[in-house]
T-cell receptor, first 118, second 112 residues
Framework: DGGITQSPKYLFRKEGQNVTLSCEQNLNHDAMYWYRQDPGQGLRLIYYSQIVNDFQKGDIAEGYSVSREKKESFPLTVTSAQKNPTAFYLC?????????????????FGPGTRLTVL | AQSVSQHNHHVILSEAASLELGCNYSYGGTVNLFWYVQYPGQHLQLLLKYFSGDPLVKGIKGFEAEFIKSKFSFNLRKPSVQWSDTAEYFCAVSPGFQKLVFGTGTRLLVSP
């Protein structure tokens, strides 16, 4: 059963603690992404990675860090520097398109992790 | 910076009513356009997409969208909604290199 898994579904942390969200895919996709979803703000890109051991900042990378040691895994760490970490976090993956705009590949999304910082 | 505007934040319709959700984007170059849907408790999934060609695009579950380049719009339509269409709908634009810029979303509630 191919897809993207995110764990845990719900996560609670105390303010000032770092927390790592898991994202695993078995779709053999090269590219992976992390988004943050807030009510009324849609999805905003945090980080993305197109190849193992390489990743780029998205639009709201401050206070977050990622790693891409394996093709299947793209964990996101929410650090204590993130000022407003409570949110719904979505991971996605896609095949790697070329540099042709028309060769865009669909992004597939995981079920998400709802992080609440107390 | 690229941006996507969805004008309707909440829409309430009765079953069998027609649906049109607005989406406008700001980007001067060539873009790819998408509508994603998030049903309650389910993953975000692709509803339809436009790359080039016929500006009227048909997607899953009877949805369609029309790309009007002169208006920078990509509105989503369905002639007759069902209770099962209750969900949040997101318009997204890709200005290139696989990055997606999402709108703020529209919550649709269809009453039986």
């Amino acid at each position: 059963d191919g897809g993207i898994t995110q764990s845990p579904k719900y996560l609670f942390r105390k303010e000032g603690q770092n927390v790592t969200l898991s994202c695993e895919q078995n779709l053999n996709h090269d590219a992976m992404y992390w988004y943050r979803q807030d009510p009324g703000q849609g999805l905003r890109l945090i980080y993305y990675s197109q190849i193992v051991n390489d990743f780029q900042k998205g639009d709201i990378a401050e206070g977050y860090s990622v790693s891409r040691e394996k093709k299947e895994s793209f964990p996101l760490t929410v650090t204590s520097a993130q000022k407003n970490p409570t949110a719904f976090y979505l991971c996605a993956s896609s095949r790697l398109a070329g540099d042709q705009l028309s060769s865009y590949n669909e992004q597939f999304f995981g079920p998400g992790t709802r992080l609440t910082v107390l | 910076a690229q941006s996507v505007s969805q004008h309707n934040h909440h829409v309430i319709l009765s079953e069998a009513a027609s649906l049109e959700l607005g989406c406008n984007y700001s980007y001067g170059g060539t873009v790819n356009l998408f509508w994603y849907v998030q049903y309650p408790g389910q993953h975000l999934q692709l509803l339809l997409k436009y790359f080039s060609g016929d500006p009227l695009v048909k997607g899953i579950k009877g949805f369609e969208a029309e790309f009007i380049k002169s208006k920078f719009s990509f509105n989503l339509r369905k002639p007759s909604v069902q209770w099962s269409d209750t969900a949040e709908y997101f318009c997204a634009v890709s200005p290139g290199f696989q990055k997606l810029v999402f709108g703020t979303g529209t919550r649709l509630l269809v009453s039986p």
